[in-house]
């Protein structure tokens, strides 16, 4: 990118935006919810319409002067509904977080019941972590998966349901490798008169490409975040049927948010718009090919992947059978030194603290953007595993990062 005018007036933030650009072109990103998205989105969401004010909705603001606000935000739904076959479609959220509390916000009082997967499960911090204001507002209990297979255990999810009687069920998660049973979980929410929030932050980009089976039109609510899989601009987005449209954008404005972010809109817009293109099918394919190439090159080289593979964009594996010395955060760190940027990440029974974990979570997402194919991810896993098995050897790391140079350059991002 060309920071002309930053570097102009503010030269330390220009030696930053400079330097992360070259971080971005010159590292593998393989943090399972990162993606590059276009040079198109990125000048949507750099435009002027960051000084709009457009609270409300379209055809329906607070302020004069949002014609072309209008239009933006009219498109981002209308290609969001084509996307994912939603009925309606709310593009406001400020984050996937936020998407998730305006559901609850829709949906719930303080105090009521909310059943979702545990943290050190694959589930995420909003789904009620008493450490995110959903666990203290909401009284919350979690699901497991079963930790013989590292699949979502259903029918314990079943039981506790009954027992519990939660007002709201929470499927959807970050760090899952398996397809999800949504119709499953739905029947369950249905059997206790639960509502269903499935929360698709992660793969939204393989619903909206068939590569993962969808839960709109099964669950009652489904969120997203809109910057990971799908590659849009970033931010967050809730989808439901009609009955709950207008309970939902209330709840997003004026219930939990202000003004929306109109140029994230715009990107969103751009974003999706990408995606409906036919190439964006090829893409997400390849993201979920490359990601079982990766498990397997793991798997061959002694790594044990949790659930033992993976059907999306991500791989989990637990060091503590292959490297039970090493914390996923050391390995992080070896890693990051040799230019993989990937996260340490609990795993199912986890005996480590969160901040320094059993596991690694590695995504395929923004590799495959950059054109890595079954081939190039096949390497990338030998390196990992290499940088791994010698965490301590700076020669191995030293001949690593060389190799992961060359494969930047091979594969150039923002030419
Ligand atoms: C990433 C993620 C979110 C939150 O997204 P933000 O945009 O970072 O707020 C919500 N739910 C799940 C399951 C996620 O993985």
Known sequence: ????????????????????????????????????????????????????????????????????????????????KELWGAEHVNVQPHSGTQANQSVYFATLEPGDKILSLDLTHGGHLSHGHPANFVGQFYEVEQYEVDPETGYIDYEGLAEMADEFEPDMIVSGYSAYPREVEWETIQDVADDVGAYHLADIAHITGLVAAGAHRSPVGVADFVTGSTHKTIRAGRGGIVMTSEEHADDIDNAVFPGGQGGPLMHNIAGKAVGFGEALEPEFEEYAQQVVDN??????????????????????HLVLVDLRESHPDLPGGDAEDALAEAGIVLNANTVPGETRSPFNPSGIRAGTPALTTRGFDEEAIAEVGDLIYKVVDNHDDEAVIAEVSERVDELCDEHPLYE
């Open 1 to 80: 990118m060309n920071y002309e005018q930053v570097r102009s007036v503010d030269p330390a933030v220009a030696d930053a935006l400079e330097g992360e650009d070259s971080r971005q072109e010159g590292t593998l990103a393989m943090i399972a919810s990162e993606n590059h998205v276009s040079k198109a989105v990125l000048e949507a969401q750099g435009s002027a319409l960051t000084n709009k004010y457009a609270e409300g909705y379209p055809g329906k603001r607070y302020y004069a002067g949002c014609e072309y606000a209008d239009d933006i935000e009219q498109l981002a739904i209308d290609r969001a």
């Open 291 to 312: 990601a079982e190439v990766l498990s397997d090159t793991f798997a061959d080289h002694g790594f044990e992947v949790v659930s033992g593979g993976t059907d999306t």
